[in-house]
Nanobody, 127 residues
């Protein structure tokens, strides 16, 4: 059984930074792509970033490109999301996710393609 546990959320002012972590257990972490999604109140869950098995090939949503960085430490079974220059519109619950199947650069952005999700961590950015 795959388990994902996020941490690192909190409240910051616009322009601030946060680093989210997602600790994985239950299978060989290094064998699977990892992703971050977010969901704001009243909105659909949206793709934020994804990273390949070895830490290469990061992909980002246009809305966070240049401000957020996804990385992973396979020795620690952990994926990170460094968020800089935060904006009020980044306020959401952030989730990490992974899947058994391989995905294209298109399908990796689709929440329904992921079988495993963490419980989420709240990020609130005030203006």
């Amino acid at each position: 059984q795959v388990q994902l546990v996020e941490s690192g959320g909190g409240s910051v002012q616009a322009g601030g930074s946060l680093r989210l972590s997602c600790a994985a257990s239950g299978r060989t972490f290094s064998s699977y792509r990892m992703a971050w999604f977010r969901q704001a109140p009243g909105k659909e869950r949206e793709f934020v970033a994804a990273i390949g098995r070895s830490g290469s090939l990061p992909y980002y949503a246009d809305s966070v490109k240049g401000r957020f960085t996804i990385s992973r430490d396979n020795a620690k079974n952990t994926v990170y999301l460094q968020m800089n220059s935060l904006k009020p519109e980044d306020t959401a619950v952030y989730y990490c996710a992974t899947a058994d199947s391989t995905m294209s650069i298109v399908t990796m952005r689709i929440p329904a393609r992921y079988e495993y999700w963490g419980q989420g961590t709240q990020v609130t950015v005030s203006s």
